[in-house]
């Protein structure tokens, strides 16, 4: 996996709801805060606020999108609907 452009930002791959996610994330201890982006952005769009969270002391975490970036990209557009994406968020968790 490539190194993050961003300091203090790491990424990792998990498994959930049947793909694969790259995430994000920034901060080691504190409440954790979840960023979600829409169309047609990535993690990146993200990146001031993972650094600015995790200096006032949160764990902040920015998954790909599923489509997005290096997260896995279902061909079948029914792998997109809200129930899919809501759960693939319930999985970063």
């Known amino acids: 996996m490539a190194e993050s452009p961003v300091s203090g930002v790491t990424f990792r791959k998990i498994e959930t709801n049947g ?3 790259r ?3 920034a901060g080691d201890s504190g409440p954790l805060v979840l960023l979600v982006h829409g169309w047609p952005e990535s993690w990146y769009s993200w990146r001031h606020q993972l650094t600015g969270l995790s200096a006032a002391g ?3 975490v920015a998954p ?3 489509g997005y970036g290096e997260t ?3 061909q079948d557009v029914a792998e997109y609907d809200m129930a ?3 759960a693939d968020m ?3 968790l």
Request: glycine share 4%; charged share 25%.
């Open 64 to 66: 790909d999108m599923r």
């Open 90 to 92: 319930v999985g970063v």
């Open 84 to 86: 899919k994406l809501t």
């Open 23 to 25: 995430i994000a994330m």
């Open 72 to 74: 896995d990209q279902p």
């Open 58 to 60: 949160f764990r902040v």
């Open 19 to 21: 793909i694969n996610m």
